[in-house]
């Protein structure tokens, strides 16, 4: 009497992979998150092998400078590098790319945390979508008190 009222053994399968797979497109489609955008990044492998041997943060910092210099020429950097004449947080990465596209590497950044931090909180709030007047307030608020902003003062 209860036989015509129970699910079969094959259909409670197949209801329990609907479930899952829809369950798995949910998931999937909220960690993508809306506003979240992939980096350009430099290949690790065209990079000195300096830069490739360090350590994945300064690595990976290096890699999205010379990927997105129009980004870091935007962006300053407060540790004290202006005084070696550097004018952005990009110039703590690359010192000059000639007109032949050859880069003149700068290794500033290798040992200097604040030149990396700055570069990694850009590349995080660029995934998230920020645009580059939200990205320099928020560095030149997280990082000001470290000392003066390496960008020449507007003419």
């Known amino acids: 009497m209860f036989k015509d009222n ?16 829809l369950f798995a497109g949910l998931l999937s489609s909220c960690s993508q998150g809306s506003g979240s955008v992939h980096l350009k990044m430099l290949p690790a492998s065209e990079l000195p092998a300096q830069m ?10 290096y890699q999205f ?3 997105n210099p129009d980004i870091l020429e935007k962006v ?27 880069v003149n590497y ?9 030149c990396v931090d700055i570069t ?3 590349m995080r709030m660029v995934k998230e979508g920020k645009p580059i007047d939200e990205i320099q307030a928020a560095i030149d608020q997280i990082y000001s008190k470290y000392g ?5 003062a507007d003419e």
């Open 106 to 114: 700068d290794e500033h950044a290798l040992g200097c945390s604040i």
């Open 6 to 21: 129970l699910i079969s053994e094959k259909q409670k399968i197949r209801l329990t992979m609907i479930c899952l797979f």
């Open 76 to 102: 300053p950097c407060y540790c004290g590098c202006d005084a070696v004449g550097h004018q952005s947080n990009y110039a703590c990465y690359v010192s000059a790319v000639n007109d032949s596209g050859d």
């Open 148 to 152: 003066p902003s390496n960008m020449p």
């Open 65 to 67: 400078a010379l990927a």
């Open 52 to 61: 490739q041997n360090a350590p994945e943060i300064v690595r990976e910092s």
């Open 120 to 122: 990694q909180d850009v």
